[in-house]
């Protein structure tokens, strides 16, 4: 038997164990300890050179980058 995987199932794959979708996305402190537990390793940003899930990304539900202003009052 031959199975193929393609690169959308596989992005698609991604995107569900990162949380990087709506209805998966973290919302409580719980959800952020789970998703942590879970992947066991991640980053809190992402990184381009680096393939990990991120916390960023799994608070967001999405793959979204990092602003690049911030306000630190």
């Known amino acids: 038997m031959n199975s193929t995987l ?4 596989l992005l698609e794959a991604r995107a569900e164990r990162y949380r990087q979708r709506s209805h998966l996305r973290v919302r409580t402190k719980e ?3 789970d998703f942590l537990n879970d992947a066991g390793l991640c980053l809190l940003f992402s990184a381009s050179d ?4 991120s916390l960023w990304g799994a608070l967001c539900g999405e793959d979204r980058p990092v602003p690049s202003h911030h306000d630190n009052r």
């Open 6 to 9: 393609t690169r959308e199932a």
């Open 31 to 33: 959800d952020a300890l």
């Open 50 to 53: 680096i393939e990990l899930p």
